[in-house]
């Protein structure tokens, strides 16, 4: 029986995270009808898709915004929150575009502010949340539940890796013609390697004593697999209150990687996705710098990562990915003694003006 | 005499620092011509615009999405160069669109090729350079010099705030009717207030003595000073290896503020804007936590700064936050005896794949 279940420490976060097969089952037998649904609302056309979500709901947006790039080629973009609320910058530039808000609660109140302002200013909306009964759901044209059951932990994982799974469902509706989209039954392998990875502890176990030395780190991923490393680098932070940081591949390696040295070590994620290569590259110059370094991902020809997770070939590897780092940030905080579901900084829903 | 001139350690960048009064003057100068320029070029309207860039420039960049978005309320996005370049889709989606590309040398090959990328899909390309007989030039449908001399220490210093003035002046061109737009006049301020800042150096100093004596620290701003903040946190990455953590105040307080303690200060820039002083509000929960703080910024009613920058009251204070967070960099390398000059993980132009 592996310890996310009766470990002391983070009793709450670790049974959350052994909801995700479940709760991604259910994304992914709404897969389909979910890209129809958007297929449909979108059947008039759309001038571009933005995203709107504040911490851990940001990095699920990032996925989407890299997959609605890939998948369809239309201008994307994070909206920033705070151009609105504190700039009182209105939204009329919107009209004809979807915007896609994700809020796990459905109550973070600039989202569902801004949600009702876009609608008005002739966007179609959809929500991404937790509760269908929500504000945000109100000001939704369509509303795609996560079903993933109360969240009572503070840090958030079952809500996370069910909003990535739903914006590669919308990604896939809004697929442009010629181009494969992602199905249901792509998506539905995610039950089954992800019990997969929540049941191999032992190699999570020995990284997170191995990391749990330092106080400092660099998580390290391109494209698809970058919003898990932004991901991980924050659940660590929030958990453990290491000083984790979380950098594209591209940019780590033209300067930042002078954080990395030997009291400071890299985890590279790296899927199977062609920008990953370049992550497994940075592996070498870590080397150089004598930082210890850390590949979690699939297996390619000439790397056998520390942590591995199960090749799929498409973007819902970041889900993987993301499990990865959860299991990385419950382990640390273990190793450490900190309980990670009474982290000392978070609170449950962001009340930003 | 300032140490910035005749100290052994950073002569380089500090020199280069030390020119940025001309520079800035120099594009203050050119501020209403091209600003008059860029509202010419997109006479016949425009559907969005993107940023394109990697590294510092994607800081400036981001100062660019804000200014942009506030003066016009057209969608504005970052585009992720690894999307066309590492995933092969196309630009087609940006016909009708401005978008800015930003390279320092003008010779990064990602930015280049995909300036004529977007060129050819009907978008219209605006790059903005230190170098105006560069490939990226070529490229463009109006080039904005930065002018800033040759730049020969590695961290970027003087290019990077001509860049955050010259997407201000693309802002300005794009200034909504009704809307006032930042002018020539507004901006030939910052001659005076960045020789004042470099000049004052004996608050860096003492703040950087402080920093020195820890190997972490979270940088944190909001709004049209987030960009200054990741900039801050890049340039004590890159030069001093010290982790540093860029962070947006909204996000770092419902959360990531956890990294901070009695071992990890903040370094707080908050200015005159609408956002700012919800990162001076922060300081009362990081003396909470215990953790150290300082306060880079305009003087409020109920505030004094540690380290100080005039007030101007326009988005123009990002780079005097810049400048700060240049002297922070500098300054705690020299009170760690690391040559800023010579950085352990930094090359000049960026060759990503």
Redesign the interface.
Known sequence: MSDHTSAPLGVLMGAEMAEQPDVLGGMAARFDDVSAQLKGLVSGGV??V?FLA??SS?NAALLG??AV??A???????V????VT?????????AG?LIVALSQSGRTPEIVRLAGDFHRSGATVVGITNDSDSDLAREARLTIELNAGRERAVPATKTVTSQMLAVLAIAAGLTSRGQRALTGADVSVLTGAVSELLDDVEPVQRVAAQLAAH??V?VVG??TIYPAALETA?KL???S?????GF?T??F?????????P??PAVLLAGS???DE?TREVRA?LTQ?GAPSILVGTASGRTTPDVAWPLLGTAAECVLATVRGQQLALHVCRALGIDPDQ?????KV?L??
């Open positions: 001038a571009g933005a504040r911490g940001d915004r890299y790039e890939l369809s080629g239309l201008p994307t973009c994070l920033a929150p705070s151009v504190s700039y009182q910058r209105g939204t009329d530039g919107f575009w106080n400092r660099a391109r494209g924050l932070q929030e958990t209150g290491m000083m984790a940081h594209s591209a940019d390696r033209h300067g930042p990687i002078a954080v990395c040295g009291d400071v996705g062609p920008a370049d110059q710098r982290p000392a900084g978070l609170n962001t930003t003006h």
